[in-house]
Structure formats: structure tokens, C-alpha cells
């Protein structure tokens, strides 16, 4: 404002200079009026706009307090769905753990209760386990789906056991002489499963061994007089019982004569052990079985392609034996004279010989040797000293990559002779020590109960060994074998550099052959 006023009256003065018709007092005093005027104005423009401005900031204001209610309501909803997400996310994990739980257990029954049911009632039953069991393993994506699935062969499981209490009978199938399949009525009554055929002419007691046909075997009784198949239809009468449990039926279903090898009861011994075996054990059999697959077919190729490399290499060393007393035949770059050595070798022999490891070692050798020469012709006739070095420092090169070769696919073996005992012992270990952890629930020892538990534990061993014993003698014929066409190798790059320092002596290289020996 003051320096308003100073403008103000300098203006007032300047004008009472510069005018001479006024008197100077006057034009000051207009000069400042008009000043003082202008100066009002001014204040009022100025407070007109602080006024605004106080209005915008509490407008400001108001908008800022309106923000913040509804940032912090937006954080308060923020931490409320959060916290509904984890505990939505908690009640997720804890639905995952029961259904994996759920699902786990009823695999299991599904598994097992394929092996607890007679092969009687195979025919009834075990198509649709499997079909189920098929289903929920096809619906692993979608839980509801795999758990219905599940479901539902607990629901046959259960509807076997309210029909197999107090006496099964149903129309079926049964084996008879010669694996004839036999079409009549089947009647299980505990442990003894009876059978008469539709036209009365042959009935008897079914076994319970697996025949892989999802039929029992039924083995005929003489001199019933039709009693079981009365039995069957009417309910009531006289059947013969087994005191064993079904294994005097399962013995003579094995020995129909009473005579039979060691080896052949010792093989069947290892199928009841194997009914006994439990879910781990099998997982264990399993592994050793994929083990068994990959490293026998892994070996089995191994074995054919060397034996392919053999012929090969037997006939590519009567060839060299023929070229090595020129070698400059094959270097004036003709790919077919390379391959033909020198025209010594027909189609079907260069076919043969280039299956051959050490023929791959000679085609790198001339091809080397043509590229050399071709850069060396104008300047000098032979090889250099270096340029020797280079070539076989190029069939060492390719002595490393054909070992490789060789060796390719040896791993699995060692895996196998590594992990499968190790994998066997885990099964076993495992088995033995549910077997344990049963008898301990139970509180009573019995040898009857124990005994198929750890025969079953002990067969994972059992399996191990088998995939590592054939594969360890497996890979040490193959390892040798590898060795020595290797040592072959080495023979023939050391025999190559020799006859191609002769053949090949340049100007500035006079001494390139007790060279390339030292290095030897």
C-alpha cells in the first residue's frame, strides 16, 4: 500500500510539472484523490479475492474431510474382506486336508476291497469297482466328481456286505474241467462257496484262488446225489464243509495228482504273499517295477547297438588296414573316395562300417585333413607341425562326444542298482512297521497274523533286489564292453596321427612325427 501511495503522488507530481495551467497544488491534490481512489479499488479487488480464496480453501477443506471419511471406511472394508479371505482360505485348506483325506481313504478301499472279495463274486462286483475306480481317476481336476465316484464303490462295498450276510446266492458263471466256463447258481455261505450248474449235471465247491478270469474254479464233488445244487434252490439241506478254509480246494485245484515241484509251490507261495501285501508295499513294487522296465529296455538297446558297433568296427579295420598304406587317398577332397576308402569299399560295406565309432573318428580325421591341405596347397606341399596338433586335438574332440555316445543311457542302470534295494528296504520297513502298529491297537500277538504281514513287508525287498542283481551284472558286461571300444578308439587316433604325420611331412615340419610321439 505504501508503495502504492509513493507511485500515486510521484504521478501527482510529474503531472503538476509537466502541466502549467494548473496550479501545483491542485493537480496534487487531483493526483491523489485519483490515487487514493484507484488505491480503494485496488483494496477492494484484494479483499473481493481473499474472500474467494478463504471460500475455496474451506470448500477444499470440506472435500478433504469427505475423502478421508470414506478412505478410512474404504480401509475398514479392506480389512474386513481381507480377513474374510483368509478365514475363506483357512476353511479352503481345512475342506482340502478332509477331502484328501476322504479321497485317500476311500482309494484305498477301492483297492482293497477288489482283493477281499471271492472270485465268485468277481462277476458280480469287479467291473464296476473298476469302472468307478476309472472315473474318479479320470476326474482328478474336478473333486465333487472324483469323491461321487469314490462313493459310490463304497456304496457297492456295503451293498455286498448286506447281501453276503446270512448266505449269497445269485446266477453266475463258474470254471469247470478244461477251463470251461459253466453257466448255473453259485450260493456263499462263509468261507465255502458252492456251485451247481443249471441242468444238474455238475456241481462242487468253488476255490478261492484268482484264475484271471473274474470266475471262480469250481472243483466237482462225486457221489453228491445232487444235494448241493437242492441246497442251492431250496435254501435248506446237507453241503459239504471245508475244516481248512478253502485250502485243501485251493491244494487240489494246484495238485490234482499229489505231486508237484518245489519250484512250483515256492511260486505260488510268493501269490499268497502277494494278497497280504498293503498299499505302500505296493507303491514300493511299483517303483521297482518301472526301474525294471526302463533299465532292461535301456540295456537291451545298449546290447543291440553295440553289437551293431562291433560288426562294424571289425570290418572298418580290414578296410583301414588296406588304405593305411597310402592315406593320401582320400585327400583330394571326394566325399565318395572318403567314404569308399579309396574305392576299396562297396555300398553295403560303407553302410556297415559307418555304424562304427571309429569310423565317425576318421571322418573327422580326412575331413580335417582336406580343409588343411586345401589351405596349405600354395604355400607349401604336407601338413605343418600345428596343424598335426590341431587335427588331433579335433579327434580327441570326437573321441570325448563317441564316449558319450556309448555311455548314453548307463545312468539308468546305475539307478537301478543304487536305488532299487534302498526302495525295497523303505517298503519293507514301512510294512513291518504297520504290521507292528496293528498287533499294538490289537494287544494280542499271534503268529497267524503276523506272519502274512511281514512275508508281504519283506517281498518289497524281495522286488528291490531283483531290479538291482541282472542290473548290476548288466552294467558291468556293458561298461566293459564300452571300455574296450574306447581303448579302440584311442588305438586308432594314435595310428591315424602317425600315418598322417608320414604321408603328409611339410616343408617346415621335419620333425612333426617325433613330435606328434612325444606328445603320444
Known sequence: ??????????ASIAAALSSPAASPVETARDSIKKAASELLSTQKEYSDLRLGL??????????????????????????????KIRSLERELETRKVDFTYASGVLNQYAKAIVTRIHPAESQLYKQQFESHDQKATASVGDPKSELTERFQILQLGLQRLSEVAGGHRFHGKGLGRGGQA???????????????????SFEGVASAADTGANLPAIVPLADTKGSIGQAIEKGEGTVPLDATNGRAIEQALKNPEGSHSGAMEHMMLFGDIAKNMMFDGWIAI??????????WTVAARKFFYLNSIQKGTTEFLRQWNLLSSDLTAIDHGDTSSVKSFGGNADSATQTLVQKSPLYQIYHIGSEEIRHRLEQDRIRKKGLSGRSIQAIRAALDAGLVRMNHKLTNGLIYLTISIAGGPYVGLLGTVVGVMITFAIISKVG?????????????ALLATVAGLVVAIPALFVYSYLNSRIKNITGEMQVFIDEFVAKMAEFYQGTDNANSAAVVSQKE
Not at 511299483?286 to 533299465?295: D, K, N, Y
Not at 494280542?444 to 508281504?456: C, K, M, Q
Request: hydrophobic share 45%; net charge negative; glycine share 6%.
Open 1 to 10: 500500500m505504501t508503495r502504492l501511495l509513493s507511485i500515486a503522488a510521484a
Open 54 to 83: 478463504y471460500r475455496e480453501v474451506n470448500k477444499l477443506d470440506d472435500e478433504v474431510l469427505t475423502l478421508t471419511k470414506e478412505l478410512r471406511t474404504l480401509e475398514r472394508d479392506e480389512e474386513l474382506r481381507t480377513s
Open 182 to 200: 459253466i453257466e448255473g447258481t453259485l450260493l456263499l455261505a462263509g468261507p465255502s462257496v458252492f456251485f451247481a450248474s443249471t441242468d444238474k
Open 286 to 295: 511299483g517303483i521297482c517295477v518301472l526301474m525294471i522296465a526302463v533299465g
Open 444 to 456: 494280542e500277538v499271534d503268529v497267524n497274523a503276523i506272519a502274512p504281514g511281514i512275508a508281504s
